[in-house]
């Protein structure tokens, strides 16, 4: 598990950062088991109650207002949940346009660009490659 700040939040942002990431889990309607297994890991860094975990998943695949709940987030708890949500998006080793643009929105609302996303991207592929490398020398 990553060491992380997402526990530091207050608990309603934590609350809120947990909706946009069920958000981006299931934007296309088609959350697959590696997004959903990010997804349990990164509740489990919001150390918010089991009750308030059920209800954050029960926003997967559910519509949500992105600009009504962006608009009451912090920007410090959206490029957290950018970061984890690029990391999902990738869990699949793939990132598709739809995925991308999604990230570039969600982005440019906390003040990021296009090249501060693709630099996000890259250091989350660079990790999965540093992760692969360790199953590797296990020989896994």
Partial sequence: MLHDIVHDLDPE?????????AYLASADR???????SFFEQRLGATLLSPQRREQ????????VDLTGLLG??????IKLALRDAAMMT??????DDDEKKILLSV???????????DKLIAWVI????WMQEGYDQLGL
């Fill in 13 to 21: 942002e934590r609350y809120r950062y947990g909706q946009l990431l």
């Fill in 30 to 36: 088609n959350v697959t088991r590696e997004e959903m």
């Fill in 56 to 63: 954050l998943r029960q926003c997967l695949n559910v519509d």
């Fill in 72 to 77: 009451a987030m912090q920007p410090k708890t």
């Fill in 90 to 95: 990738l869990a699949d080793r793939h990132i």
């Fill in 107 to 117: 982005g440019g609302v906390a003040g990021l660009g296009e090249a501060d996303v």
């Fill in 126 to 129: 660079k990790g999965y490659h």
